[in-house]
């Protein structure tokens, strides 16, 4: 079963608009770490954000944020204003303290942002 | 600069020829990693170590290897590459383990024919 899941494979909007990309995980761990990474068209990949599974505050970052919430085992991110600089693929991820060692990465959202 | 490089950006090759990718970091982390990206399947990690000498299987092991000889390289090694092994590759690494964030490559790309 996947264990992260990024249901927008694609998704396009105006300059300006605001976006949210989704991000439902699945664990049975009561300490686990969700991030969240740019892929921009160049190809690296950038870390956004991480957050630990004690830790459901909201977090904002100039014109982007995140929602965690235990209850629905969701961690989206939303970008507001968007600009032509946020195309890129976005990707959630998971790791999990007692299975240890592994990272499970989302399918990825491509986001185009249209000026 | 706190970097992790890997060699070759790009590369071509032939079924059953055998290849390494490189992979080095200078930040003395412990954990290092190596995913491969497809169209459509996202990251999928392929090994990993913990440190030196320690490495294991992640979700898509099966015709790679690996070696953590060093604690700043940790080299992936196609015995004998098949065509399903072309792919977009990344390592990263992360101080201590999972729990923090990953610095990745700038990628390999490899194409088998």
């Known amino acids: 079963a996947q264990k992260v899941t990024q249901a927008q494979t694609e998704i396009s909007v105006v300059e300006k608009e605001d976006v949210t990309l989704d991000c439902v995980y699945e664990?049975?761990?009561?300490?686990?770490?969700l991030f969240w990474y740019k892929q921009p068209p160049s190809g690296e990949l950038v870390f956004l954000i991480r957050?630990?599974?004690?830790?459901?505050q909201n977090e904002i970052s100039g014109r982007y944020s995140w929602n965690f919430q235990k209850s629905t085992s969701s961690f989206n991110f939303t970008i507001t204003a968007s600009q032509v600089v946020d195309s890129a693929v976005y990707f959630c991820?998971?790791?999990?303290?007692?299975?240890?060692?592994?990272?499970?990465f989302g399918t990825g959202t491509s986001l185009t942002v249209i000026p | 600069e706190a970097q992790v490089t890997q060699n070759p950006r790009y590369l071509i090759t032939v079924t059953g020829k055998k290849l390494t990718v490189t992979c080095s970091q200078n930040?003395?982390?412990?954990?290092m990693s190596w995913y491969r990206q497809d169209p459509g399947l996202g990251l999928r990690q392929i090994y990993y170590?913990?440190?030196?000498?320690?490495?294991d299987k992640g979700d898509v092991p099966e015709g790679y290897k690996v070696s953590r000889k060093e604690k700043r390289n940790f080299p992936l090694i196609l015995e004998s590459p098949s065509p399903n092994q072309t792919s977009l590759y990344f390592c990263?690494?992360?101080?201590?383990?999972?729990?923090?964030?990953?610095?990745f490559g700038q990628g390999t790309r490899l194409t088998v024919v």
């Open positions: 990263a690494s992360s101080f201590g383990g999972t729990d923090t964030e990953a610095f």
């Open positions: 664990t049975r761990d009561t300490t686990y770490y």
């Open positions: 957050r630990n599974s004690f830790d459901e």
């Open positions: 991820a998971l790791s999990e303290a007692r299975t240890g060692n592994q990272f499970y």
């Open positions: 930040m003395n982390h412990e954990y």
């Open positions: 170590s913990m440190n030196v000498e320690v490495t």
